[in-house]
């Protein structure tokens, strides 16, 4: 695979759109300094200097397509509260449409970081799951509708908190075979599951699990190229989808494509301080890289680099296309 191909796809990102459907999460940041520990109970106190507010879960998703060139639209659930319409000011800020941000009656997801001397203290989240009422979901289904067909490919952005469920991605594949059908292109599903709901991600184009979720997924543990490479089976046959990227940490990725042997793709990441949202631009980047016209295994390479890149950078970060283009020619050196 030349670095000139892959170089040439990324170019092509302009020219891409993808539909992000998905759990949205604001990703609270507070960031401070840590010098002493609190005499009430064995714990640092922070001194808080700075706060950030960011698009997190599918939203993520999307901030990454967006900041690597590409067009798109998110489609998902906020609340009728601050974070709610601070996430509609954050897509705004994308010069992205808001129209597929459906309000429902629970809150907008948050999930705060306590960040000191660069290292997370703690985390809490503030969020309600479960299925979105009927009268959400039947606004979520309305908007696929009414513009799957202007895309190049569409990413379920699954976070289990409820808006990714068996009525959702039903629809979802028929809506998805009817464009096919009468427009005859490709038109692929990416899917960054959650192993509660692997049930309904049956016909799937490609599923992005971590080492973790596919030992999940497959009911086995994994801990050699053999079990694996069993692993990856096991998914692509129980979901009939047509490949199988597993997303590894530091030991990179594995891709499973049809009955092709297992590919394994060394990881590019030069220093590793932080994997907050790395799956997000794993996932994004591998959307946009099939919605361009890559192949599986390009889309994947690219895919791998932008991960390289995300995880040396601290709190939910993006890859602009500039930065993975520079480390693709880097990396060529």
């Known amino acids: 695979m030349s670095t000139q191909v892959l170089l040439d796809a990324v170019s092509r990102f302009s020219k891409a759109r993808v539909l992000v459907i998905g759990d949205v999460i604001v990703d609270h940041f507070l960031w401070g300094t840590a010098t002493r520990i609190s005499p009430e109970a064995p714990v640092p106190v922070v001194n808080v200097q700075r706060e950030d507010l ?25 609340g009728n509260d ?13 010069g992205v449409s808001t129209e597929g941000l459906v309000v429902g009656q629970r809150p907008t997801t948050v999930k705060t970081r306590v960040v000191a001397q660069g290292q997370q203290v703690v985390r809490f989240d503030r969020e309600q799951t479960g299925p979105p009422s009927r009268h959400s ?11 799957v067909h202007t895309f190049d490919a569409v990413m379920v952005s699954d976070y289990a908190k409820g808006v990714v469920s ?15 059908s009468r427009e005859k292109r490709p038109l692929p599903l990416i899917v960054d599951p959650k192993p509660s709901n692997f049930h309904c ?56 494509q049809g009955d092709d042997d297992l590919v394994t793709i060394p990881t590019m990441a030069k220093e590793v301080y932080d ?8 996932a994004a980047t591998l959307a946009l890289g099939l919605a361009a016209g890559c192949s599986m ?22 890859v602009s296309a500039a930065e993975l283009q520079d480390a693709l020619i880097k990396g060529d050196a």
């Open 54 to 78: 960011l698009l997190g879960g599918s939203a993520n998703v999307l901030r990454n397509i967006v900041t690597l060139g590409g067009g798109g639209a998110l489609c998902g659930m906020i």
């Open 82 to 94: 601050p974070m709610g319409r601070k996430t509609v000011s954050l897509v705004e800020e994308l």
């Open 137 to 147: 979901l039947d606004a979520l289904l309305c908007y696929i509708e009414a513009h």
């Open 166 to 180: 068996e009525q959702l991605m039903i629809r979802l594949h028929q809506l998805l075979h009817a464009v096919r």
């Open 201 to 256: 991600f049956v016909g799937a184009t490609v599923i992005t699990p971590n080492h973790h979720e596919a030992m999940q997924m497959s009911g086995m543990r994994i801990d050699d190229q053999r079990s694996l490479l069993a692993a990856a089976r096991q998914i692509r046959d129980d979901i009939g989808c047509d490949a199988v990227l597993i997303t590894r940490g530091e030991a990179g990725m594995a891709l499973l």
């Open 275 to 282: 994997v907050t949202g790395a799956g997000d631009t794993v």
């Open 297 to 318: 295994g390009e889309a994947a390479v690219l895919a791998n680099h932008a991960a390289g890149i995300v995880v040396g950078k601290i709190g939910t970060a993006c």
